[in-house]
């Protein structure tokens, strides 16, 4: 079983709509989650963290964590063409270092 | 906000050929990391430090080294290309337990 595991897509929505990215993690022990968003021949950047069960909003953004379920999820509302990108979810297990799943494929469809 | 830099944004080099990989932050930030990103196997960790001159191995350290001499300065070094070390390298710094910041990247391709 993989540590992060995230579906690979790609996710296809339209322009407007909510797109609904998941992600599953393996060690209880986890803390700290993370939402990256990578461009195609781009490095990660940071869009989300979240710390505590339930969610947490910013702008068009929210993520949502189920410690018990083991479970992430990032919500985009009103998904625009510049929201097309790979999605990493990102997980804290141990000490300093980060886990992160292979990344979700997300298309926003004109 | 963050920067963390990077010393090329591309890079060629010849198959046995030393490399160096330079990145800075200028965050203050304790933990430095290096990873390599190939398509289908996500971001792989090859080394990090959580201190000047502390190291720790990551998931795929063979073949590569580091050196972290400065807080703000962390090298990865790889002692003999080989073409299967042609990747996408990506230097990352964090405080603590708390999100990490990524550079811009390297394109590397050893021919």
């Known amino acids: 079983q993989k540590e992060v595991e995230q579906n690979s897509g790609p996710l296809s929505v339209p322009e407007g709509a909510i797109a609904s990215l998941n992600c599953t993690y393996s060690?209880?022990?986890?803390?700290?989650f993370f939402w990256y968003r990578q461009y195609s021949g781009k490095s990660p950047e940071l869009i989300m963290s979240?710390?505590?069960?339930g969610d947490k909003e910013d702008g068009r953004f929210t993520a949502q964590l189920n410690k018990a379920s083991q479970y992430v999820s990032l919500l985009i509302r009103d998904s625009q063409p510049s929201d097309s990108a790979t999605y990493l979810c990102?997980?804290?297990?141990?000490?300093?270092?980060?886990?992160f799943g292979t990344g979700t494929q997300l298309k926003v469809e004109l | 906000d963050v920067k963390v830099t990077q010393s090329s944004r591309y890079l060629v080099k010849r198959t046995g050929e030393k490399v160096f990989l330079e990145c800075v932050q200028d965050?203050?930030?304790?933990?430095m990391f290096w990873y390599r990103q190939d398509p289908g196997l996500g971001l792989r960790l090859i080394y990090f430090?959580?201190?000047?001159?502390?190291?720790e191995k990551g998931d795929i350290p063979e073949g590569y080294s580091v050196s972290r001499e400065k807080k703000e300065r962390f090298s990865l070094i790889l002692e003999s290309a080989s073409t299967n070390q042609t990747s996408m390298y990506l230097c990352?710094?964090?405080?603590?337990?708390?999100?990490?910041?990524f550079g811009p990247g390297t394109r590397l391709t050893v021919l």
């Open positions: 965050m203050d930030h304790e933990n």
């Open positions: 990352a710094s964090s405080f603590s337990y708390n999100e990490q910041f």
């Open positions: 430090s959580y201190d000047v001159k502390m190291k």
């Open positions: 979240i710390y505590s069960n």
């Open positions: 060690d209880r022990g986890s803390q700290s």
């Open positions: 990102a997980v804290n297990p141990l000490r300093n270092k980060l886990t």
